[in-house]
C-alpha cells in the first residue's frame, strides 16, 4: 500500500514537471511566431513605403495622383489634410472640411469613353456630306459659335435613307467653368456631361425632367457648347411631323414653322436624336453635319437672356447668351425688349 502511495506521487511529480516544460516549450514558440510575424510586418511597412517612394518618383501624373490619393486613404478621419503653397487642386476637387471629393481623371476618362466613330463609307454617303462644315468652323470661342450657327443648315441622314434639313435660328451658350447654369460650372467632369471637354463639334445630347432631350456641340474651351433651341424645317417635314406625332409628347394639326421644332425637346424628337448620340463628332459622323448653304441673306441676330435658368443668379439668369434671329417663325420665344433694342 505504501508503495503504491510513493508510485502515485512519483508520477504525479513527473506529470506536472512535464506541463510545465510543455508550456515553457509553447511559450518559446510563440514568442518565436510573434518575432517572425512583426519582422513581416516590418518588411512589409518598408516594401510598402519604398513602392510609395518609387511612385512619388515616377514622372507619369497618373501614378502619382494614384500613390497620393492611397496615402490619403490611410489616414484617419481626424487627420487634418494639408496642401502646400503653390500646388493645385484639379477638376471636382474640394477640400473643405478636412475631406477630398473624388479627383476625376479627365484624360483617363476620354480614353475610356473615347469618340465614336462611323464616319461616311460609300461614294453615296460622301457626296452627300460632301458640303460639311469642318472641324476649324466648331474651334471657336462659345459665344461666337453661338452666333455662328444661326443660319446654317442642319442636316440628318437617317438609316433608312430619309434625309432630314433644317435651318437653326436659335441657339444658346454655356461657358463652362465659370457659368453657373453650365453642367462644367467650376469644372465638373462628370461621364455625363464629358462630351463638353470633347474636342469643337462633338455632339451632347442629354435628358432633362427624365423625358426631354437637348441637343448641343461643344465649343472652344473647356466644358463649353452650345445648346441647339429652334430649327426652321426644310426638307423631310413629312417624316418630322411623323416623329413628333407618335412620340411621348404627342401633338396634332403641328404647322411646321410653329410648333415642328421650335424647341430643344421638339428638334430631339423630329431629327430621332437621343443620348445614344453623345461623342459622335459633326466634323466625321456619317448622321449628323452642318452646311452652309449660302442662301441665308442678312438677318438681325437678337440678344436676350437664356430661358429656364433663374435658380442660377440675377448675373447669369440676365446675361444675354441666347440669340435667335430677329422675326423668323420658328423661335421658340421672343424677348419683345431685346427686339425693341435690336431694331
Given at each position: 500500500?505504501?508503495?503504491?502511495?510513493?508510485?502515485?506521487k512519483i508520477q504525479q511529480q513527473?506529470?506536472?514537471?512535464?506541463?510545465?516544460?510543455d508550456?515553457e516549450?509553447a511559450s518559446k514558440i510563440q514568442?518565436t511566431?510573434m518575432v517572425v510575424?512583426?519582422?513581416?510586418?516590418?518588411?512589409?511597412?518598408?516594401?510598402?513605403?519604398?513602392?510609395?517612394?518609387n511612385a512619388?518618383?515616377?514622372?507619369?501624373?497618373?501614378?502619382?495622383?494614384?500613390?497620393?490619393k492611397?496615402?490619403?486613404?490611410?489616414?484617419g478621419p481626424n487627420?487634418?489634410?494639408r496642401?502646400?503653397?503653390?500646388?493645385?487642386?484639379?477638376?471636382n476637387?474640394?477640400?473643405?472640411?478636412?475631406k477630398l471629393r473624388?479627383?476625376v481623371?479627365l484624360q483617363?476618362?476620354?480614353?475610356?469613353?473615347?469618340?465614336?466613330?462611323?464616319p461616311?463609307?460609300?461614294?453615296?454617303?460622301k457626296e452627300?456630306?460632301?458640303n460639311?462644315?469642318?472641324?476649324?468652323?466648331?474651334?471657336?470661342?462659345?459665344e461666337?459659335?453661338?452666333?455662328?450657327?444661326?443660319g446654317k443648315i442642319l442636316?440628318?441622314?437617317l438609316?433608312n435613307?430619309t434625309i432630314l434639313k433644317?435651318?437653326?435660328?436659335?441657339?444658346?451658350?454655356?461657358?463652362?467653368?465659370?457659368?453657373?447654369?453650365s453642367?462644367?460650372y467650376?469644372?465638373?467632369?462628370?461621364p455625363?456631361?464629358?462630351?463638353m471637354y470633347?474636342?469643337?463639334?462633338?455632339?451632347?445630347?442629354?435628358?432633362?425632367?427624365?423625358?426631354?432631350?437637348?441637343f448641343?456641340?461643344?465649343?472652344q474651351?473647356?466644358g463649353?457648347?452650345v445648346l441647339?433651341?429652334a430649327?426652321?424645317?426644310?426638307?423631310?417635314?413629312?417624316h418630322m411631323?411623323?416623329q413628333?406625332?407618335?412620340s411621348?409628347?404627342?401633338?396634332t394639326?403641328?404647322?411646321?414653322?410653329?410648333q415642328?421644332?421650335n424647341?430643344?425637346?421638339?428638334?430631339?424628337i423630329?431629327y430621332q436624336?437621343n443620348k445614344?448620340?453623345?461623342?459622335?463628332s459633326?466634323?466625321?459622323?456619317k448622321?449628323?453635319w452642318?452646311?452652309d448653304?449660302?442662301a441665308?441673306?442678312?438677318?438681325?441676330?437678337v440678344?436676350?437672356a437664356?430661358?429656364?435658368?433663374?435658380?442660377?443668379?440675377?448675373?447669369?439668369?440676365?446675361?444675354?447668351l441666347?440669340?435667335y434671329?430677329?422675326g423668323n417663325?420658328?423661335?421658340?420665344?421672343?424677348?419683345?425688349k431685346a427686339e425693341?433694342e435690336?431694331?
Amino acid at each position: 500500500m505504501k508503495r503504491t502511495r510513493a508510485a502515485a506521487k512519483i508520477q504525479q511529480q513527473n506529470t506536472i514537471e512535464k506541463n510545465k516544460n510543455d508550456e515553457e516549450t509553447a511559450s518559446k514558440i510563440q514568442t518565436t511566431s510573434m518575432v517572425v510575424n512583426e519582422r513581416q510586418k516590418l518588411n512589409f511597412k518598408s516594401l510598402q513605403k519604398q513602392n510609395s517612394k518609387n511612385a512619388c518618383d515616377t514622372s507619369d501624373p497618373h501614378i502619382t495622383a494614384a500613390s497620393k490619393k492611397s496615402k490619403n486613404n490611410q489616414k484617419g478621419p481626424n487627420t487634418e489634410i494639408r496642401i502646400e503653397e503653390g500646388e493645385k487642386l484639379g477638376p471636382n476637387t474640394s477640400p473643405g472640411k478636412g475631406k477630398l471629393r473624388a479627383v476625376v481623371d479627365l484624360q483617363m476618362m476620354k480614353k475610356e469613353l473615347s469618340q465614336l466613330e462611323d464616319p461616311p463609307v460609300t461614294p453615296w454617303e460622301k457626296e452627300l456630306s460632301s458640303n460639311r462644315l469642318q472641324y476649324d468652323f466648331f474651334d471657336t470661342p462659345c459665344e461666337e459659335l453661338a452666333q455662328q450657327l444661326l443660319g446654317k443648315i442642319l442636316v440628318r441622314y437617317l438609316e433608312n435613307g430619309t434625309i432630314l434639313k433644317g435651318r437653326i435660328v436659335e441657339t444658346e451658350g454655356y461657358l463652362g467653368a465659370i457659368d453657373k447654369a453650365s453642367q462644367t460650372y467650376q469644372n465638373k467632369i462628370t461621364p455625363r456631361n464629358l462630351p463638353m471637354y470633347m474636342p469643337p463639334g462633338t455632339i451632347y445630347v442629354y435628358m432633362t425632367y427624365g423625358m426631354y432631350h437637348c441637343f448641343n456641340i461643344s465649343s472652344q474651351g473647356d466644358g463649353c457648347a452650345v445648346l441647339v433651341r429652334a430649327i426652321e424645317p426644310l426638307e423631310g417635314i413629312t417624316h418630322m411631323v411623323d416623329q413628333r406625332n407618335t412620340s411621348k409628347t404627342r401633338k396634332t394639326n403641328l404647322k411646321p414653322h410653329e410648333q415642328l421644332c421650335n424647341g430643344p425637346s421638339k428638334l430631339c424628337i423630329a431629327y430621332q436624336l437621343n443620348k445614344e448620340h453623345s461623342r459622335y463628332s459633326l466634323c466625321t459622323w456619317k448622321g449628323l453635319w452642318l452646311e452652309d448653304d449660302g442662301a441665308a441673306g442678312d438677318f438681325k441676330i437678337v440678344k436676350s437672356a437664356r430661358i429656364g435658368i433663374d435658380s442660377c443668379g440675377s448675373e447669369w439668369a440676365n446675361k444675354p447668351l441666347r440669340f435667335y434671329v430677329y422675326g423668323n417663325k420658328s423661335v421658340s420665344k421672343r424677348d419683345k425688349k431685346a427686339e425693341m433694342e435690336t431694331s
